[in-house]
């Protein structure tokens, strides 16, 4: 078979994408080539122009054009209530269920010591900062830590927790319905609405 070296980097590049394995990848990059001019290229213009638009909130680390984000600038958000997530696509999830009104905090990742991810290589220090030391009108009575239900997730919710206690705020958890190991991602409206109404204290 004929070399291909600029499609294998193209098969690369798609497999180290999340959830794509080889056999993804190579479907797509077999798609993307065979697709018309115009349908590639928007493709590749709407993603140059989201790489360019798109930041992190300075207050939240969600995703946006503006900053601070839509959710931060939102007066009618209760600005007791302080949701941490693992990124910026939980806070798109949590919205869907419009169970949730107050602000989102993002950690950009999880605890992953065997991973050589700690403490200083997440979002942490700018959110006790949020807790301890609030702008004025802006004092948060309650954490809810919404990580994914998986180890790493459990490990990070339960180190917040110790770091978030002493300062004499509410720390709670998502409740009932999302399955050990699941991701919020892949959670229905329904069953995240029942996690946020019935969060526990941890």
Do not use: K
């Given at each position: 078979m004929a070399a291909?070296?600029?499609?294998?980097?193209?098969?690369?590049a798609l497999e180290g994408l999340p959830g794509i394995g080889p056999k993804s990848a190579r479907r797509l990059a077999?798609?993307?080539?065979?697709?018309?001019?115009?349908?590639?290229?928007?493709?590749?213009?709407?993603?140059?122009?989201?790489?360019?638009r798109t930041r992190?909130?300075?207050?939240?680390?969600?995703?946006?054009?503006?900053?601070?984000?839509?959710?931060?600038?939102?007066?009618t958000r209760d600005r007791r209530l302080l949701a941490v997530v693992e990124d910026a696509a939980d806070v798109?999830?949590?919205?869907?269920?419009?169970?949730?009104?107050?602000?989102?905090h993002v950690l950009a990742g999880v605890l992953a010591p065997l991973r050589g991810i700690g403490p200083d290589d997440l979002n942490v220090a700018d959110l006790v900062a949020?807790?301890?030391r609030p702008s004025e009108g802006?004092?948060?009575?309650?954490?809810?830590?919404?990580t994914n239900p998986n180890v790493e997730g459990e490990s990070t919710a339960l180190y917040l927790a110790r770091r978030l206690k002493p300062l004499g705020v509410k720390v709670t958890r998502l409740?009932?319905?999302?399955?050990?190991g699941a991701a919020l991602e892949f959670a229905d409206e329904v069953t995240l609405s029942r996690s946020l109404s019935g969060r526990r204290e941890i």
């Open positions: 291909l070296p600029a499609f294998d980097r193209l098969v690369a077999y798609y993307l080539l065979a697709a018309p001019e115009h349908e590639a290229g928007a493709l590749a213009a709407a993603l140059a122009e989201a790489r360019e992190s909130c300075t207050i939240c680390h969600a995703l946006t054009e503006t900053d601070p984000c839509n959710i931060c600038s939102d007066p798109y999830v949590l919205e869907r269920t419009r169970e949730f009104r107050g602000r989102y949020r807790v301890e802006e004092a948060v009575e309650e954490v809810l830590l919404a409740a009932l319905g999302l399955p050990v």
